[in-house]
Structures are given as structure tokens and as C-alpha cells.
């Protein structure tokens, strides 16, 4: 069955970075995109960014272009988020999801979530 | 900068139905856009009710519909029971690689 397991639960300082892991199992890692999305307490979804598995090509949100990273390895079918020069408003969960097609597709499988809290 | 627009809360009698809908600050909503629509309750994950406008997710019950009403992406829901008060997210695929989330609108049933 399919499956995207995260990493555990985060604490770190304002300024920091964090990286989180998302792993996937159950279907061939490459014919899927791992988008990244995030809820911060009293907030909405927010959505982060994607990487396609097949040459790591990553799109991103405006608003964290210059601190978000997503990388992947093909060899462990894992994804990897790190966001850097942490501040507060970046506590949340962060889910990673699959999405078929690059335009026109959906989140049909999600990770569990990560907790990033930022605290000094 | 896109805005997606929800309706911050909604209320619904039990068995009553509601729309909810999904809406750009300029422009117009269609298809081209492929809606989707999330409903995610306190400490899971989002659940995924509708894709591609109007398309239902596997195991969602039929009384979740999609459609295009108007100049917005619309979410249905026919015979409302207690459990569907949640939080409901519609997110559109604006191209270029870049999807953005509404606001999401706090439902709830009494």
C-alpha cells in the first residue's frame, strides 16, 4: 500500500534550519511529484513547493523562495525539505503529499505531518 | 500576488446542504485551473474529497459534489451529517508549476 512516512517532531532556535524527511513506499517513486505543505497553528494550508523525483527539478512558493530546499534520493525513495533562517511564524506541520501530474493533478496520498516548532 | 478566496466559517443544519465556494481575488475560476477540495479535522492529515472540478475521491460519499458555479470552484455537500464539521481547503493549480491553497472555510453543523 502506499505510504509517505515522515520524520519526527522539531525543535529549533530562530535562525536555525530544519530538514524533514518524507519517505515512500508502495509505488514507483519516480512517476510521482512530492509537493510539500504546511499548517501553522490558527492558520490555513499552506503550500510550500514541489520536487519531481526524476532530475530533482523543485518549484516553490514565492514567499519562500531563498530559504526552502527540497531534494530527493532516488536510492531510498525519500524526499527531503530543509528551510533555513527559521523565525517563529514557521511553526507547523509540515506534510509532504504525492501528486500525479505535474499540471491538472491532486494530493491522493499524504504523510502523517512533522511538527516544526521554533523556539528560542 | 493570487489570492484564493473561501469563506472564513459556514454554518449547516444537520441534513441541510451548503456550498462552499473557492474563488480568485482577480479573475475568474475554471476548470483550467483543476480544482481540488480538502477537508482536514484537528491532527490528521488533509482527506481528499474532490479533484479536477468535479471528480470524486475514492470512498467519498456522493453527497460531496464539485462543480464550477459561476466565476468560483464550488463544494457541495447534500444531507450534511455532524461529522462533516471540519475545516474544507480548495487549492488550484495556477500553472507554471505553482498551486495555491484558499483560505479554507471552518464548516460547521448545528
Known amino acids: 500500500q502506499v505510504q509517505l512516512v515522515q520524520s519526527g517532531a522539531e525543535v529549533q532556535k530562530p535562525g536555525a534550519s530544519v530538514r524533514v524527511s518524507c519517505k515512500a513506499s508502495?509505488?514507483?517513486?519516480?512517476?510521482?511529484?512530492i509537493h510539500w505543505v504546511r499548517r501553522a497553528p490558527g492558520q490555513g494550508l499552506e503550500w510550500v513547493g514541489l520536487?519531481?523525483?526524476?532530475?530533482?527539478?523543485?518549484n516553490y512558493a514565492e514567499k519562500f523562495q531563498g530559504r526552502v530546499t527540497m531534494t530527493r534520493d532516488t536510492s531510498t525513495s525519500t524526499v527531503y525539505m530543509e528551510l533555513s533562517s527559521l523565525r517563529s511564524e514557521d511553526t507547523a506541520v509540515y506534510y509532504c503529499?504525492?501528486?500525479?501530474?505535474?499540471?491538472?493533478?491532486?494530493?491522493?496520498?499524504w504523510g502523517q505531518g512533522s511538527l516544526v516548532t521554533v523556539s528560542s | 500576488q493570487t489570492v484564493v478566496t473561501q469563506e472564513p466559517s459556514f454554518s449547516v443544519s444537520p441534513g441541510g446542504t451548503v456550498t462552499l465556494t473557492c474563488g480568485l481575488s482577480?479573475?475568474?475560476?475554471?476548470?483550467?485551473?483543476?480544482p481540488s477540495w480538502y477537508q482536514q479535522t484537528p491532527g490528521q492529515p488533509p482527506r481528499t474529497l474532490i479533484y479536477?472540478?468535479?471528480t470524486r475521491s475514492s470512498g467519498v460519499p456522493d453527497r460531496f459534489s464539485g462543480s464550477i458555479l459561476g466565476n468560483k470552484a464550488a463544494l457541495t455537500i447534500t444531507g450534511a451529517q455532524a461529522d462533516d464539521e471540519s475545516d474544507y481547503y480548495c487549492v488550484l493549480c495556477m500553472g507554471s508549476g505553482l498551486w495555491v491553497f484558499g483560505g479554507g472555510t471552518k464548516l460547521t453543523v448545528l
Open positions: 508502495g509505488y514507483v517513486f519516480t512517476t510521482y511529484y
Open positions: 520536487i519531481n523525483p526524476v532530475g530533482g527539478r523543485t
Open positions: 479536477s472540478t468535479n
Open positions: 482577480s479573475g475568474s475560476v475554471s476548470s483550467t485551473y483543476y
Open positions: 503529499a504525492r501528486v500525479r501530474d505535474y499540471r491538472g493533478g491532486y494530493f491522493d496520498y
